[in-house]
């Protein structure tokens, strides 16, 4: 009984080794886009303030690869600044390659009417499928919108963590 517990455990041990070995090196990339968006807001039970906004956009990265978005979050408005959080946004790739990440931040008013800007957003990376399988990552979002109409401008600035295949 002892040996073949031992025999097992040995197993497990290698084939976890030649796991890990058979895996590519981390990577370690650059993460900056650049794009626009329009955001629908509406009723949102699962938001403590029961308000939230849907998006979708498009835009593009440093290298020139087109990427669209599509995500949703909940806000909620203090005076004239509109807190966003619970957000979650998939970035989709050509390649059918998908980053999932939260996010939030804050939009504050810029004194022109309906215009905002934002304001600490920032992102985390949660996982993604394709290249970008399990990855990790994180930055920081800029960008405008319009209230009125929502219309916007979006720039995403980190990095993002993954296994090479």
Known sequence: MKTVSLRLLSSLVLMAASFSASAGPNVVKALEIKGVFNEKVGPAPQCASSLGGKL???????????????????????????????????????????????????????????????NGGTFTITGGTGTYARATGGGYLTGTEDLSNGAGTIGLSGRVYYKQK
Request: net charge negative.
């Open 56 to 118: 979708a956009g498009h835009g593009e990265t440093a290298e020139g690869t087109p990427v669209a978005f599509v995500g949703g979050d909940c806000f909620a408005q203090s005076g004239t600044t509109f807190t966003f959080s619970n957000g979650k946004f998939v970035l989709l790739y050509p390649n059918g390659d998908q980053i999932f990440a939260n996010y939030g931040g804050q939009f504050v008013p810029t004194g022109a009417g309906t215009a905002y800007v934002m």
